[in-house]
């Protein structure tokens, strides 16, 4: 016995074209290619190469590969040059340019053009199959090449040692956690409030939407306040925008007078005010809300504390500012 | 009177100058004159010249003055008919005045008196379409010299309308002294002096008349557009302008590109006449649109919904998307009506397929307003880019141009001519931004960047001679004398392999012989106002004992689609195409409906009525119908014999089917393998599939069509099985096996033509 089977495949081909029936390895018909089906080719792998293609041949093909066939096949039509194609050369219509004098180039008056740039391709056939508009296709590109810049960018920096990930996903979920109760936090102090208020025959500053200046609403919660704010403006602008075409409610129509604009249910603008509130700037709850999650939720306990002598951890409201039984200020006092 | 700028012969210029003083003798000196010069004009003239010239004495050919001329119009007798001028012709008259053109008559005279060649700019809406001619008219009188002026237009429509609008400004009747000409429909007389015409018409007609002797003056109007036939033109043009020193030449163009045309007509002079227009408006969109059809519609109605008063023009590519877009905008602005009080809005689609009577509607007014006081109405034209030069609306004062537009295009190394949407140049753009400043100041909305405008638009549209398949033109140019076709001194030759191509295609139709000489069936081809293929299947179809059949299948195919297809009844259109299938294909569907249309004629029936119930098109029947006289009569002019096929002979449609394999075997294609639905065209291995439309069953293995349509797919149209054999047979030279490559095809086709040799060994054995 000669070497082993996958060592005499390595050796080289001309060795022999007699099959090794030992031979432990199979050639997969399918890299074989046509041109060397004449030599080399064993019954076995003949039938299966003819099978395969047979399949190949009866298959339907899918819409899609059909169409990227006919496309490849336009393409190759297209690039190849007439004038160049292999049988160009004897083609008649050449031979009887040539007969009237073309050399190559282009068409047109003999010799002086006064470098006028005379065509010697045809037109490209460019096929539109979207209705992206002039512009679309590079802009298309561009932000293709830009996420692919960016993700490699991402993919250079993101080089983090293990114990840091954990320490990082700790830390987020931390915080995460931390923003929770804040938001938790708040709900409870505005309704403690409102109903402290209530009992005291104040009225509520929750009643309905802007009825009071935002400031005047505790900077503990303003930022919950003012976030359902936003987000009610959003939906009214939203509303209005869909009932009122493609025009922004803002739009104001010289030709409606006044009668029209209570006909058409315009006259309120109230909710508008709204957003110039919104707009207005807020230093005090900017600087509350740069604040650490932990300092927030801090305050916020501290306020429900002597405001309502309510701790947060026991979810319970104590009759006293002496909060008995409450066993400490803390969450771990809690534990 | 005698004429020093025109060398024609003297002898008749003496009679004509003998016409105006005495016409006793001149009556004499016409008949002689006329047989070497004109037959045909010879009888009209003798009362017409006395009258006319009377009036228009004391004017010397080629030297009136604007003066002299605007007296003549003045007057109280129509100078060209001796009839008196009616109420209508002055308040025209007046009018006409007012255009722009006519503040530079003299000017014009003076410059036309001193060129042979003269290069006009003139934006729409100057007047230069209707005006010039008749400043021509009156300078170049043709009743002396008996020659006609010409004035040529890109289209059809076109040649008729403004012919029409002439006759009625001279006062005459259409088709007398002004007439038109265009393929299949000839409205002139003897009388004619100004002939509108199609540039294609010119050229056809300059092949029996190569010097264009019947013309003293040409007019190339539209020059801009750059028709296949306007280019060939000029480059004729510029080469009988040698021999011919007397004919005078204009190119009229509406746009830019003046200082091209003056270059190429060896710096002819250039008079420009400033249109009426006014300042426009041009927005681009902030970012790319994402869907243009959607983007177009959006703009729209906010124009409607802020804009002040004023119509809307929209370009849009093609018929279906124009449709789609007035339905939506249309549903949009009743919704605005109801929920937000805007004004009514009507919207109009425009294309070249639509019929005429409803392309008129885009002239109607807009709407008034809902009620008294309520917000104004406006119109919505939605249309293709014929409304971008060709038609003049009035009222359009916004526009809105997202970019694109349906153009022809052909490569020759795929052998594809095809409609397909593509980006407009800047020149286009700019034209189009100009229709919104036709009556007052306006705005145009570009539904693309400013960049994108900058760096993506192209300057020029690339003129059609280098978009299209030249066979046709090669086998004119042929016949027109020009010899050598490489050196052809064209505006924007085409590139080569198009030449070569076109060359080959005529060489296998045996058009042309090896040396690129016409052949005698060249000759004949060209005598026919069709393609090539089409002319060589109609010569060589008595030899198939089908050319009855064949001549009404070319009519057919030369007329747009005969079946009508309506959105709402698609199922009904199609089970009535089903009532004229036949099996064969869709060449022998559109002779059996064409049989059937002829019948229901024949027995007296409302053939209209009967039109509309079976989804055909009466207006495309009929124009066939006119198409096949013509045809006809050519066929008849040169002894070619017209015969069918006893119906009931089983070789009635196998015949039909060989004679279009004469024209056609160029245009075939194989099913590329058993239960596929997708076929190879020969030679050029092209994957197409049969257009859905077609009447074909049966997946037949070699199929041969008219047309290779592209879109996003590639699909053959109009489409009939035939027999390999046939091939083999009837085009030897194209189907020469060594030509091919190796292949499919090439394999089948072996297999064939062996097969067709054992066949004829087992005969001869016998």
Not at chain 1, 1 to 18: F, H, I, N, R, V
Not at chain 1, 44 to 68: C, M, N, P
Not at chain 2, 288 to 297: G, I, K, L, M, S
Not at chain 2, 564 to 575: G, I, L, T
């Amino acid at each position: 016995m000669g070497p082993p089977p996958d060592l005499k495949l390595a050796t080289g081909q001309d060795e022999s074209d007699e099959d090794d029936y030992m031979k432990m390895t199979f050639d997969d018909p399918t890299t074989t290619s046509r041109s060397s089906t004449s030599k080399g080719e064993s019954s076995l792998q003949r039938r299966l190469r003819l099978q395969r293609e047979g399949e190949a041949r009866a298959r339907v093909k899918s819409k899609a590969e059909l169409a990227s066939e006919a496309e490849a096949a336009r393409e190759r039509a297209l690039r190849t040059s007439l004038l160049e194609a292999a049988n160009g050369k004897k083609s008649k219509g050449l031979a009887m340019m040539a007969k009237m004098g073309f050399k190559g180039g282009s068409l047109g008056k003999k010799a002086e053009d006064e470098g006028v740039e005379k065509r010697s391709e045809p037109i490209r056939i460019e096929i539109k199959d979207d209705r992206g508009g002039i512009g679309m296709e590079n802009e298309k590109k561009r932000k293709m090449a830009e996420m692919a810049a960016q993700a490699a960018e991402s993919a250079k920096k993101v080089k983090v040692d293990e114990m840091d990930y954990r320490d990082r996903v700790r830390r987020e979920r931390e915080v995460a956690r931390l923003e929770r109760q804040v938001h938790a936090a708040q709900k409870i102090a505005e309704k403690m409030d409102d109903e402290k208020a209530l009992a005291d025959g104040r009225e509520p500053l929750k009643a309905g939407i802007n009825s009071r200046p935002l400031k005047s609403v505790n900077v503990l919660w303003r930022g919950l306040v003012r976030a359902r704010e936003e987000a009610e403006r959003d939906r009214r602008m939203r509303k209005d925008l869909e009932a009122s075409l493609s025009r922004l409610p803002t739009y104001e129509d010289i030709d409606e007078d006044e009668d029209d604009k209570r006909a058409l249910g315009k006259e309120k603008k109230t909710v508008y005010e709204v957003a110039e509130d919104l707009d207005e700037e807020d230093t005090e709850l900017d600087d509350f809300s740069a604040l650490e999650p932990g300092e927030k939720l801090k305050r916020l306990i501290e306020h429900l504390r002597t405001a309502h002598h309510y701790c947060f951890w026991c979810k319970f409201t104590y009759p006293d500012d002496k909060m008995e039984g409450c066993p400490g200020f803390t969450e771990e006092d809690h534990d | 009177m005698a004429d020093e700028n025109s060398r024609a012969s003297s002898k008749k210029r003496a009679s004509a100058e003998g016409d105006s003083e005495n016409n006793k003798r001149s009556k004499v000196e016409n008949g002689d004159m006329a047989d070497k010069y004109n037959p045909y004009l010879a009888h009209t003239y003798e009362n017409n010249d006395m009258e006319g010239s009377s009036l228009l004495s004391g004017m010397k050919r080629r030297e009136t003055t604007a003066r002299q001329a605007e007296r003549a119009e003045d007057g109280e007798y129509n100078p060209w008919t001796g009839q008196p001028h009616s109420q209508r012709y002055f308040g025209i008259l007046k009018t006409r005045r007012d255009l722009p053109v006519h503040k530079q008559r003299a000017e014009f005279l003076e410059m036309y008196h001193n060129t042979q060649i003269l290069v006009f700019v003139g934006e729409t809406g100057s007047g230069k379409t209707t005006q010039i001619p008749q400043y021509v008219l009156y300078d170049e009188l043709p009743h002396l010299n008996k020659k006609l002026i010409a004035c040529t237009q890109p289209r059809r429509v076109a040649a008729m309308s403004v012919a029409q609008r002439v006759a009625d400004e001279l006062d005459v009747k259409l088709g007398e002294e002004v007439g038109y000409s265009i393929r299949f429909e000839n409205k002139t007389t003897p009388r004619t002096l100004l002939k509108y015409m199609t540039d294609g018409q010119l050229l056809r007609e300059s092949m029996h008349d190569h010097d264009m002797s019947r013309y003293s003056c040409i007019i190339l109007d539209e020059a801009h557009e750059r028709t296949l036939a306007t280019d060939i033109l000029m480059a004729l043009l510029k080469q009988i302008s040698e021999r011919r020193k007397d004919l005078k030449i204009i190119i009229m163009s509406a746009t830019l590109d003046a200082q091209k045309f003056q270059k190429y007509f060896n710096n002819a002079p250039l008079l420009a006449v400033p249109g009426r227009t006014h300042p426009v408006e041009i927005f681009y969109t902030p970012e790319a649109e994402r869907d243009y059809v959607e983007a177009a519609v959006r703009t729209v109605l906010q124009i409607h919904a802020t804009e002040p008063e004023g119509d809307i023009l929209l370009f849009l590519t093609g018929e279906e998307e124009i449709e789609d877009a007035c339905r939506r905008i249309s549903l949009e602005t009743d919704e605005m009506i109801r929920e937000s009080d805007a004004g009514p809005m009507v919207v109009y689609p425009l294309y070249g397929t639509l019929p005429p009577q409803q392309q008129q509607r885009i002239f109607e007014k807009a709407p008034a307003p809902l009620r008294k006081g309520g917000r104004p109405g406006r119109k919505c034209i939605v249309s293709t880019n014929i409304a971008e030069t060709s038609l003049t609306i009035d009222g359009i004062v916004y526009v809105v141009d997202p970019g694109f537009s349906k153009q022809k295009i052909y490569n020759p190394r795929s052998r594809v001519e095809s409609l397909l949407v593509s980006p407009i140049s800047k020149a286009s753009a700019q034209q189009r931004a100009g229709r919104a400043g036709r009556t007052r100041p306006g705005k145009c909305f570009r539904l693309y960047t400013e960049k994108a405008f900058k760096k993506e638009l192209i300057e020029q549209t690339y003129p059609e001679i280098l978009r299209s398949n030249l066979s046709n033109t090669v086998l004119e140019l042929k016949k027109l004398g020009v010899e050598d076709l490489v050196h052809f001194d064209l505006m924007d030759p085409p590139a080569p392999e198009t030449m070569m191509r076109a060359l080959e295609e005529l060489n296998y139709l045996a058009c042309l012989d090896d040396d690129g000489e016409l052949t005698t069936l060249g000759g004949l081809a060209s005598e026919f106002p069709l393609d090539p293929s089409l002319a060589v299947m109609l010569i060589t179809s008595p030899e198939f004992y089908c050319s009855n059949e064949i001549l009404s299948i070319t009519s057919l195919l030369s007329v747009p689609q005969i079946w009508v297809r309506p959105n709402s009844s698609r199922k009904r259109a199609d089970e009535m195409k089903r009532q004229f299938a036949h099996p064969d294909g869709d060449h022998l569907t559109l002779l059996n409906a064409y049989h059937a249309f002829k019948g229901a004629e024949n027995r007296g029936e409302d053939v209209k009525k009967w039109c509309h119930e079976h989804f055909l098109s009466f207006r495309h029947l009929s124009s066939a119908d006119n198409v096949r006289n013509q045809l006809l009569r050519i066929m008849e002019s040169h002894g070619l014999e017209l015969m069918s096929t006893p119906f009931n002979d089983k070789n009635y449609y196998v015949n039909i089917r060989r004679a279009l394999v004469s024209g056609f075997f160029m245009q075939v294609a194989m099913r590329e393998s058993t239960n596929s639905k997708v076929y190879k065209t020969i030679k050029d291995n092209q994957l197409v599939m049969i257009h859905p439309s077609t009447v074909l069953d049966n997946p037949y293995e070699w199929v041969l069509y008219n047309e290779f349509v592209l879109t996003s797919k590639q699909y053959v149209r109009t489409v009939t099985n035939i027999r390999p054999e046939w091939l083999l047979e009837i085009a030897p030279q194209y189907y020469n096996l060594e030509d091919f490559e190796k292949g499919e095809v090439k394999t089948a086709l072996t297999r064939v033509a062996e097969k067709v040799q054992r066949r004829q060994a087992m005969k001869g054995g016998r």
